[in-house]
């Protein structure tokens, strides 16, 4: 069983502050890497994508990758409240029909 | 942009009912996915189809069954609703070759089973 974990939060950060969200997986043939945000009553849309160890930043967020410890993470700098939403982490296998499995998100609250 | 629509964002039906759930993607996408999606569980996988007339299992699998006649379109079928199935069920299509691996939603179908 391919299991991908997240700390369920709630995550409350004052605004402006860099807030941290953290996503462990334990099959090690995984070879891609997402974070997606989720808003109340909304679908899962796409934020971040990472397939090599190190760091990837786009705009406030950075996305994370640590092979070795099985750990992906996203950190969202300048925290605004719109960024208050649900953060998914999905774990890709290219040779099995392009399938992602989620960790249960990571609630995120960002306090004006 | 790429569009996936489900036939129902809101049903209710009754124990025992078949359940016809309804995917069609607009771009050409080999990969159709259902989840299922539970509070304090994340996003489940169903069942997925990597091409026309191909299906694979997901991770819960039982008490549903999928059809896939046609590239552009994913159905979810429950053969006998059961309580236990009330849930936001999603879909997604993504593209098979090279490119982000990235799964682009529907709107979702919320199912409420009596």
């Known amino acids: 069983q391919k299991e991908v974990e997240q700390n369920s939060g709630p995550l409350s950060v004052p605004e402006g502050a860099i807030a941290s969200l953290n996503c462990t997986y334990s099959?090690?043939?995984?070879?891609?890497f997402f974070w997606y945000r989720q808003y109340s009553g909304k679908s899962p849309e796409l934020i971040m994508f990472i397939y090599s160890n190190g760091d990837k930043e786009d705009g406030r967020f950075t996305a994370q990758l640590n092979k070795a410890s099985q750990y992906v993470s996203l950190l969202i700098r300048d925290s605004q409240p719109s960024d208050s939403a649900t953060y998914l982490c999905?774990?890709?296998?290219?040779?099995?029909?392009?399938?992602?499995?989620f960790g249960q998100g990571t609630e995120l609250s960002v306090k004006p | 942009d790429v569009k996936v629509t489900q036939s129902s964002r809101y049903l209710v039906k009754r124990t025992g009912e078949k359940v016809f759930l309804e995917c069609v993607q607009d771009?050409?996408?080999?990969?159709m996915f259902w989840y299922r999606q539970d509070p304090g569980l994340g996003l489940r996988l169903i069942y997925f189809?990597?091409?026309?007339?191909?299906?694979e299992k997901g991770d819960i699998p039982e008490g549903y069954s999928v059809s896939r006649e046609k590239k552009e379109r994913f159905s979810l079928i429950l053969e006998s609703a059961s309580t236990n199935q009330t849930s936001m069920y999603l879909c997604?299509?993504?593209?098979?070759?090279?490119?982000?691996?990235?799964?682009?939603f529907g709107e979702g179908s919320r199912l409420t089973v009596l």
């Open positions: 771009m050409d996408h080999e990969n």
């Open positions: 189809s990597y091409d026309v007339k191909m299906k």
């Open positions: 997604a299509s993504s593209f098979r070759g090279a490119g982000t691996g990235e799964l682009f």
């Open positions: 999905a774990v890709g296998f290219y040779n099995q029909g392009g399938k992602l499995i």
């Open positions: 099959d090690r043939g995984s070879q891609s």
